[in-house]
């Protein structure tokens, strides 16, 4: 069965430091996708980024990046030089590419909070 | 503008009530999903739907039934609600190929409180 840890459960820093968000997943399947989501204060779900299990290149996008290593089975969030908007709490998911229930299995949040 | 949306917003209801949360995508949609949100819990799926007339169970079916009797539309009924039904919900659809994941879309979450 696949799983989701994402073991930090509150992270605080403060405004303009570096913070890594960790994400370690399970899964039997070759082939699956690995996401992350944001939901701020206001509770709606916010789209990151998708990784398909093929694909171990990093990205970067403006002060946010991820690294997903399939060796580690993880898919880890970095934000750099932090700001207070992004104090929301981060969802890390998986799924399975296969025909039928394209269900989304979360990990259980790490609340990140910048302290101005 | 697409888009997937859930009515009502917010709830605050009694135990035993029936009550219907609506979820509606604009985008030809073939797959939607349910999902509840709990603290410490993360997201979990209630049921999902591959097409019109095709429910399924996810993760956490009891109490819960759907159905989807249009493309566009796919309600989440409580019959007989309880205060452990007491969470955030989430519906999510996609554009389902079979072949390649597609990206879910989420409504923007109805928050239920059961008395």
């Known amino acids: 069965a696949q799983k989701v840890t994402q073991a930090q459960t509150e992270i605080s820093v403060v405004e303009k430091e570096d913070v890594t968000l960790d994400c370690v997943y399970e899964?039997?399947?070759?082939?699956?996708?690995l996401f992350w989501y944001k939901q701020p204060p206001s509770g709606e779900l916010v789209f990151l980024i998708r990784?398909?299990?093929?694909?171990?290149q990093n990205e970067i996008s403006g002060r946010y990046s991820w690294n997903f290593q399939k060796s580690t089975s993880s898919f880890n969030f970095t934000i750099t030089a932090s700001q207070v908007v992004d104090s929301a709490v981060y969802f890390c998911?998986?799924?399975?590419?296969?025909?039928?229930?394209?269900?989304?299995?979360f990990g259980t949040g790490t609340r990140l909070t910048i302290i101005p | 503008e697409a888009q997937v949306t859930q009515n009502p917003r917010y709830l605050i209801t009694v135990t035993g009530k029936k009550l219907t949360v609506t979820c509606s995508q604009n985008m030809n949609h073939e797959y939607m999903s349910w999902y509840r949100q709990d603290p410490g819990l993360g997201l979990r799926q209630i049921y999902y739907s591959m097409n019109v007339e095709v429910t399924d169970k996810g993760d956490v079916p009891e109490g819960y039934k759907v159905s989807r009797k249009e493309k566009r539309n796919f309600p989440l009924i409580l019959e007989s609600p309880s205060p452990n039904q007491t969470s955030l919900y989430f519906c999510?659809?996609?554009?389902?190929?079979?072949?390649?994941?597609?990206?879910?879309?989420f409504g923007p979450g109805t928050r239920l409180t059961v008395l």
């Open positions: 899964t039997r399947d070759t082939t699956y996708y």
């Open positions: 990784r398909n299990s093929f694909d171990e």
């Open positions: 998911a998986l799924s399975e590419a296969s025909f039928g229930n394209e269900k989304l299995t």
């Open positions: 999510a659809s996609s554009l389902s190929s079979g072949v390649v994941y597609n990206e879910q879309f």
